[in-house]
């Protein structure tokens, strides 16, 4: 009988991970083993070095080539959801190629014809593993809100200054500071709006900057020694070439004009909807100081949308968040399965563990042993040097991978998973009970944004809630024979990472 052929995919993050040996070494062996257990014959690998956040990675688009050409190998082996992907689009690329892809790790097959609570939990191990790219994303911003608090400006530099990158500072720039001084002093005076100041700079300086950009410019503090950074104010270290006092009246001119004042009652679905004839904005009003009401801004012209009162809004949201509820008995089943799939992960974690520790046990021991030998003159003094720099580098290799086996992130992620499932189950009743503005809190956790015509609400929901709100509407959790199934257990011949 003919083996059926297999294609292997392992990925980390960057290129310090693939030198220092982190987990590729780990993957493709682990991938082996399988591979071999279930019969198959391996025909390509595929190892990338990128982040999966972003779609794009080389080796992963030439392996969708290699499935694209070759029909008859259907089968995709790759340790674990993080490991293959960390967004939808990827995912959907490889759903199309109608492949069967081997979670080793997880225990699990995806196909097409895999049941609606496979797919399901795949789905969310998905939205988790995108989470967890930007909870990344997050402690990046951490660092730089810490260099923020320390009088450094994380970002680039604005004009009239640049990064000094040996330096990690911000420094005056000779030539574009002395345009910037210009800049504040012509619009200073009162003569120039932003756009002849513009034409000004272009045909005086030979330099152009927008009026955007000008505006910009002009009501930056950085500029007097102050800058903003994730919406709190800072001082800064940086030298500044623009007195108080000359940024003063840059600004006096700028205000010269009053400012619309804006009522303080608060409207609850504000910025959260647009309209579906011509995408403008749907903006607010409020009428004899107590009825809201909500229309199109009507910025490309007369719209035929009618206006909406507040009340009506606040119903039509509502129906939106009947179409992300989860059956109990499918919050159950699929809570058991995560319950269980948690179970083996923690164990299959601790295996790993005592596998490495025996493995630096034994390390230790040659060591012990070499040196005993070099003691003895047994063996040369370059030999024990250069054995001695393979087995250090072999000692951190492992307590690497010992440092990476976190139980609190399966923790943490079944955490995240459970409250999704809760907050998918209880949405409609929670906003129901709920005042106005607490509605438009709960519905910012679900939705991006909404559109709306005179009739309907087109909604468009955040991850996860688009997966749960599509298998909703498709009803794959109920009336179908596999609900009465329990959850799926291992895949046979998964093995321990």
């Not at 083993?33 to 019969?39: D, H, M, Y």
């Not at 005076?189 to 002009?218: D, F």
């Not at 700028?254 to 608060?266: A, V």
């Amino acid at each position: 009988m003919t083996p059926r052929t297999a294609v292997l995919y392992a990925r980390v993050s960057s290129r310090e991970q693939q030198e220092e040996g982190y987990s590729i070494e780990a993957q493709v062996k682990l991938l082996r083993t399988v591979a071999l257990e279930k019969g198959f014959e391996v025909v390509r690998e595929f190892v990338d070095v990128e982040s999966a956040k972003s779609t794009g990675r080389k080796l992963f688009n030439e392996m969708v080539t290699y499935f694209k050409r070759n029909k008859t190998c259907r089968i995709l082996l790759v340790e674990k959801t993080d490991r293959l992907y960390r967004n939808f689009k990827d995912a959907v690329t490889l759903e199309e190629l109608d492949i069967e892809i081997h979670f080793v790790k997880e225990g699990q097959v995806l196909s097409k014809n895999s049941k609606s609570q496979v797919k399901l939990m795949h789905d969310i191990r998905l939205a988790i593993a995108r989470n967890y790219s930007e909870n990344l994303r997050e402690e990046v911003k951490k660092g730089m809100c810490e260099k923020a608090s320390q009088g450094t400006y994380p970002g680039r530099a604005p004009f009239g200054y640049r990064n000094n990158k040996a330096t990690r500072t911000i420094e005056i720039h000779p030539e574009n500071s002395v345009i910037a001084q210009h800049v504040f002093e012509m619009y200073a005076s009162g003569k120039y709006s932003l756009l002849a100041l513009s034409k000004e700079l272009q045909h005086v300086q030979g330099t152009y900057i927008s009026k955007a950009n000008l505006h910009k410019m002009l009501t930056n503090p950085f500029y007097i020694g102050n800058f903003e950074w994730s919406g709190q104010t800072y001082r800064g270290t940086h030298p500044c070439f623009i007195s108080p006092e000359l940024y003063g009246q840059a600004q006096s001119v700028l205000q010269g004009h009053n400012k619309p004042k804006y009522s303080k009652h608060e409207i609850a679905f504000r910025g959260m909807l647009t309209c579906a004839h011509d995408d403008c904005t749907v903006t607010a009003e409020l009428k004899k100081n107590r009825y809201v009401y909500y229309r199109c801004s009507g910025y490309r012209g007369k719209c035929a949308l009618p206006r909406f009162r507040e009340q009506e809004i606040s119903e039509k949201f509502g129906h939106v968040l009947k179409d992300v509820h989860i059956p109990e008995e499918v919050v159950r089943m699929i809570g058991t399965s995560l319950l269980k799939e948690h179970v083996q992960m923690r164990s299959q974690i601790a295996q790993e563990r005592a596998r490495l520790e025996r493995e630096l046990t034994v390390l230790y021991s040659r060591i012990d042993a070499a040196y005993t030998d070099k003691l003895d003159s047994k063996i040369t003094e370059e030999f024990w040097q250069r054995k001695q720099a393979d087995w250090q580098a072999e000692e951190v290799r492992i307590k690497s991978l010992i440092a990476g086996l976190e139980v609190d992130k399966t923790n943490e992620r079944l955490l995240t998973v459970q409250r999704i499932l809760e907050l998918a189950q209880n949405a409609h009743y929670l906003y129901l009970t709920r005042k106005p503005a607490e509605q438009a809190e709960l519905l910012k956790l679900v939705l991006l944004n909404c559109s709306i015509d005179a009739v309907s609400l087109y909604p468009t929901y955040r991850k996860p809630f688009d997966i749960i709100a599509k298998r909703a509407e498709n009803k794959e959790w109920s009336g179908r024979e596999d609900l009465n199934l329990r959850p799926p257990g291992p895949e046979p011949g998964a093995l321990p990472g």
